[in-house]
């Protein structure tokens, strides 16, 4: 999400206010979400994206103009070869993230990959929750992603890329809200995390200085048992204000590039 940071396995978080759009009422004191939990260094990743909108949240990418003004860098167009350099240090990422933690965690699978049924035994994680191995793996192993993904964006974009950012998409009107990091974490001390209920938080979005404007998106992808083939975008279960879609098809819709997998070992696909 930026960068916007917030953590772990990035499926899709967030907040509400149209009806029939594809965001929900808010639902207050629910606890959050597993993976909202290292939200509170949303702003440190990418501060730019947060300084790009400061005080205001910004509806339409016409209106970023205004907000870029006040800092924000302005990037030109998104090369071929700066990109083709983009996406093969986050694949590096990737690897690098699976192998980390996969070593972290040795001891506690009989192969170097979990089985199957390993990776649905239960564990706890880092707060002390009881959560399956496949979705504490998939969480560590985007927390590592996301530090290493910053290192290398900072060296080849600075300021033209967002870590998790936030945003929420009225189906109904076809008009993408950017959610500024520190609204974010402001419902998450408040205990108001259900509110989040809904938005979108893609892992990785390229952008030329402000985040609605997106010209790439990404999402890294961890699969639990080592297949060999890519898994499928997620898709949105019952009562989900994106149901019957899946990421892939929220994504383009509400950012407008299609959107990417980071697979480790498969790279982007």
Known sequence: MSSQRMRGPWWVIASSVFLGACVVMPVRGTRSHYALDSVS???????QACATLTGKEVTTVQAVGTAVASGA?????????????IEEELKKCANLARST?????REHFEKPTPSDDECRQLTKDTTGRRVTWAIRLGAEMHEVAL????TKLNELRPGGYSLEPCY??????GQTTFIRCDKVQELLDSGCSSELIGTLRPDVVLHPGDPLNAQAVF???????NSGQGPQWRKY??????HPFDQKRMYEEALGP????VIPWLGVL
């Open 41 to 47: 260094n949303a702003c440190l990743r990418n501060p």
């Open 237 to 242: 279960p019952p009562g989900h204000p994106c």
């Open 101 to 105: 933690v996969l070593l972290r965690h």
């Open 168 to 173: 929420r998409y009225d189906r109904n009107t």
């Open 73 to 85: 860098a302005v990037l030109g167009a998104l090369d071929k070869k700066l990109r083709g350099n």
């Open 258 to 261: 299609p959107p990417q997998m």
């Open 219 to 225: 999402d890294f992808k961890f699969p639990c048992v």
């Open 147 to 150: 530090q290493c993904a910053d």
